[in-house]
């Protein structure tokens, strides 16, 4: 910076700007020269995609099984016994866990929580690896 006494009244500080116009024109010319370049279009070989394609399996339906307050209970909707509920689950418990589909338990407010609780641990003996629950 330099500083000049004008007229009487003190220092006056101005400020130099000369450098910073040179700065600005080198990144000007630096920016001219580089703007062709960046526009060539380079080629790149992408993957083409697989002429066999393998698509996802269909996710599996849950099973709907509802515990009413009384103990009696629904699988998808049709009434079952426990000796049947306990051969479903035991079809169920059979398959690979990827082949499995979800139980979901649906059991009324007022169910006693042994009931459903049997219905678990009868699921959980025989394999059952997914088991979730529906208000």
């Not at 002429?51 to 049709?78: A, F, S």
């Not at 398959?95 to 499995?100: H, I, S």
């Not at 929580?113 to 641990?121: E, F, L, R, T």
């Amino acid at each position: 910076m330099a500083f000049s006494s004008g007229g009487g009244s003190g220092p006056m500080a101005d400020m130099n700007v000369t450098p910073l116009v040179d700065v600005m024109l080198v990144l000007l010319i630096i920016f001219m020269i580089t703007a062709p370049v960046m526009t060539h279009k380079i080629s790149i070989d992408l993957p083409q995609p697989s002429p066999n394609v393998i698509e996802p399996p269909k996710p599996i339906d849950p099973i709907n099984l509802m515990i009413r307050e009384t103990g009696g209970m629904e699988w998808n909707n049709n009434p079952i016994t426990l000796p049947e509920l306990q051969a479903q689950l035991a079809v169920l418990g059979v398959k690979a866990e990827a082949d499995q589909p979800e139980l979901r338990i649906k059991a009324a407010d007022t169910t006693e929580y042994d009931k459903i609780a049997s219905v678990m641990g009868e699921a959980k003996r025989v394999g059952v690896k997914k088991i979730g629950f529906e208000k």
